[in-house]
Nanobody
Framework: QVQLVESGGGLVQAGGSLTLSCAAS????????MGWYRQAPGKQRDLVAT???????NYSASVKGRFTISRDNAKNSVYLQMSSLKSEDSAVYYC?????????????WGQGTQVTVSS
C-alpha cells in the first residue's frame, strides 16, 4: 500500500516563506503526476500546483510567481516552496499523487498540513 506523508506546515508572517514536503512510501510503485491542493475553512479544495514525472508544471493563477513546485523522483517526493505568503494562502495543504502499483492505478492523498499566514 502506498501512502503520502506531508510535512513542513506551520505559522509564518505575511511576506515570509515556507516549504512543504510530501514523501510517498510503500513497495513496488511508481508515481506519475503529483500536486498540491489547499482547502480553507468553509471552502472547496482547490488546485495549487501540479508537476508531471518529466517535470512539467502547472500553477493556479493565485500562486503563480510566488510558489514553486518540484519533485525528486529518486526520493518519491514532491515539494512546494512558498514565498511572499499572504493571509489568503492560509489553508490545509494536501499532497496528491497518481500512483501505479501491482498493475493498478491509484489516486492518493496525504493527510494534510496546516499553513497559517499571519498579517
Amino acid at each position: 500500500q502506498v501512502q503520502l506523508v506531508e510535512s513542513g506546515g506551520g505559522l509564518v508572517q505575511a511576506g515570509g516563506s515556507l516549504t512543504l514536503s510530501c514523501a510517498a512510501s510503500g513497495s513496488a510503485f511508481s508515481l506519475n503526476t503529483m500536486g498540491w491542493y489547499r482547502q480553507a475553512p468553509g471552502k472547496q479544495r482547490d488546485l495549487v500546483a501540479t508537476i508531471t514525472r518529466a517535470g512539467s508544471t502547472n500553477y493556479s493563477a493565485s500562486v503563480k510567481g510566488r510558489f514553486t513546485i518540484s519533485r525528486d523522483n529518486a526520493k518519491n517526493s514532491v515539494y512546494l516552496q512558498m514565498s511572499s505568503l499572504k493571509s489568503e494562502d492560509s489553508a490545509v495543504y494536501y499532497c496528491k499523487a497518481y500512483a501505479v502499483a501491482d498493475g493498478r492505478a491509484y489516486e492518493l492523498w496525504g493527510q494534510g498540513t496546516q499553513v497559517t499566514v499571519s498579517s
